[in-house]
């Protein structure tokens, strides 16, 4: 019986959880003024943020997308919390669980009294109701989805031969877990899945759930409740009457909904006293203002190139870019170093790897770390007999001007060399344009990864994306299997190292930077009582409640 709070390994702790594949944050264009009508930061007992929209219609954003923002830590549980540096979890909506030895079975207990902000009972049904939403819904962060696919009758649920899924039983107010298969960071990811009332969705056909009628005005479990919606405008929250925990301080939050181009204009305008960005204009112009205080915190935000090694219907794959030795003269070829000072200071460092240098307990310090060097990208050309002559379609999909500076960048770096290059935006869905449509050579993408297992995944035969891209290859699948079963951190360790000594050499996948993302807080008006902040795209222990306004 465990009460107290698991640390995790390292690999587990490097969570960063978005919208699964990738983030499209788009930074501020100051020449644009806000679209919408906002809630004017005039209340001094309130706390203003922003909610960055990403299409009309667009207001309570469902947690099994993005977990992260603040609005949605405070108003939607797990049963787990973790910190800040998500390495430690502590029992939230449960009061205890138990794991068995084998790693194929839990028992979680939920805590006693438990309610949803409408007065009704939080239950064990509610915990079996999200687990298997998540499993059929169209819009969940791809590490749920993988995780509770490993829970015993998962697969016949999901293909509907089941009207439950087995692994998953409830009796009084505990539910048991079955599993196929260990899963190393399962409490990890259940300290980020928001637990949804399940009395909140009858009727709804959870395949679409983000769209349901619930997100109008949501019901809650966590310390505030919905008081108000307006439509692409903003969300008040008030304190929740019947969260059992410590009540806070600030008696109203207000989220103003704003669109992506639209942000810093809004947060210039007094909209929000809470914000973090990893766009260098928005950090720059804020960095101006003393009134902001502002923390840096790591991510695991990769910015990275992919290949079109398959080609599509009508364009065969280049022939160049399937030889290593001109992927590797690439990367040669790219000063990374110079780029992230240039571009991204305070929040950019040189990645290798899909492990950062700064996990020395799993990073690999006996990989080739690529430095910049065009003489060597210059002789690799040459051994691959690579034609000067052809050019390379380089394509992008974050249009802010620090991306495109950096895209210019690389063109110009590669151009040293001699690699030809065309660079254009992608014109339509990113996703599709990616994977589907697949018209170009070259494209830089960014992930924003609960964790590695996210981004090795990305290698594996059985992703939705990744092999219709640069194909599988099966040297990746044992280590990766092993990676996400480990529960002992010296054995995930050994997993990351090969994974990373097998990317060396395969290199379909190159990252360029990990960029960090930096939390400002108006000093002036919050009291966040030493709150130690995390990545904000995480649900973590903020300390919210003891927060309050000068």
């Known amino acids: 019986m465990k009460k107290k709070s698991l640390i995790a390994s390292l690999v587990s702790c490097m969570l960063l959880l978005t919208a699964c594949g990738g983030s499209t944050e788009k930074p501020a264009d100051t020449d644009k003024k806000n679209e919408t009508t906002s809630a004017q930061n005039t209340d001094e007992k309130a706390l203003y943020t922003i909610f960055s929209k990403q299409g009309e219609g667009t207001n309570f954003d469902t947690p099994w997308w993005n977990r992260g923002d603040l609005y949605k830590v405070i108003t939607f549980r797990s049963l787990f919390k973790a910190n800040n540096t998500l390495t430690e979890f502590n029992p939230d909506l449960i009061s205890e669980y138990k794991p068995a030895d084998d790693g194929l079975s839990y028992e979680f207990t ?15 049904d509610d915990v079996k109701f999200s687990i298997e939403g998540a499993l059929r819904g169209a819009k969940v962060n791809g590490i749920y989805s993988a995780t509770f696919s490993k829970i015993e009758g998962a697969k016949e649920y999901k293909e509907k031969t089941a009207e439950t899924v087995s692994g998953l039983t409830v009796d009084g107010n505990k539910i048991t877990m079955k599993l196929t298969q ?28 983000n769209t349901a009628d619930f997100w109008k005005n949501p019901i809650t479990n966590g310390m505030y409740k919905v008081e108000e919606i307006v439509t692409d405008s903003y969300i008040t929250l008030v304190p929740n009457e019947n969260y059992e925990g410590t009540a806070p301080k600030i008696q109203k939050v207000v989220v103003n909904i704003v669109p992506s181009e639209s942000i810093l204009t809004a947060v210039a305008d007094g909209q929000a006293d809470f914000f973090n960005s990893k766009v260098p204009a928005e950090i720059s112009k804020l960095s101006e203002n003393a009134a902001w205080e502002k923390s840096a915190v790591d991510t695991l935000f990769y910015y990275y190139l992919v290949f079109n090694l398959t080609g599509n219907d009508t364009r065969p794959a280049n022939k160049a870019l399937q030889d290593p030795k001109v992927r590797e003269a690439i990367y040669y070829a790219i000063d990374r170093e110079s780029l992230a000072k240039s571009i991204y200071p305070e929040i950019g460092d040189v990645a290798g790897l ?34 000067t002559n052809q050019t390379l379609e380089f394509r992008y999909y974050m249009a802010d001007q620090s991306s495109v500076s950096l895209y210019e960048a690389i063109v110009a770096n590669l151009e040293a060399v001699g690699i030809k290059v065309n660079l254009q935006k992608f014109a339509g869905d990113a996703t599709q344009e990616l994977f589907d449509i697949r018209n170009y050579d070259i494209a830089l993408k960014g992930l924003s990864a609960f964790g590695y297992d996210e981004w090795y995944g990305e290698y594996s035969a059985t992703h939705g994306n990744f092999p219709k891209l640069i194909g599988h290859n099966e040297s990746y699948d044992k280590p990766y299997n092993e990676l996400i079963q480990a529960t002992d951190a010296n054995a995930k360790a050994a997993a990351l190292k ?41 649900a973590y222990d903020l300390g919210f409640e003891n927060w309050d306004m000068k």
């Open 182 to 209: 260990p899963v190393g960071n399962l409490i990890p990811i259940l300290s980020q899945f928001a637990i949804l009332p399940k009395h909140g969705f009858e009727g709804v056909d959870m395949l679409q759930y």
């Open 354 to 387: 899909g492990v950062p240098t700064r996990d020395t307990a799993n990073y690999n310090d006996t990989i080739n770390k690529f430095a910049y060097d065009p003489e060597k990208a210059k002789s690799l050309l040459a051994e691959a007999g690579y034609d």
């Open 110 to 124: 939920l805590k006693d009294g438990l309610k949803w902000s409408d007065g009704k009972d939080l239950t064990a």
């Open 498 to 538: 090969e994974l990373q000594s097998i990317e060396q050499t395969d290199l379909t996948k190159m990252p360029v930077f990990m960029l960090k993302n930096m939390i400002f807080v108006n000093g002036e008006k919050v009291d966040t009582k030493g709150a130690q902040f995390g990545n904000p795209w995480f």
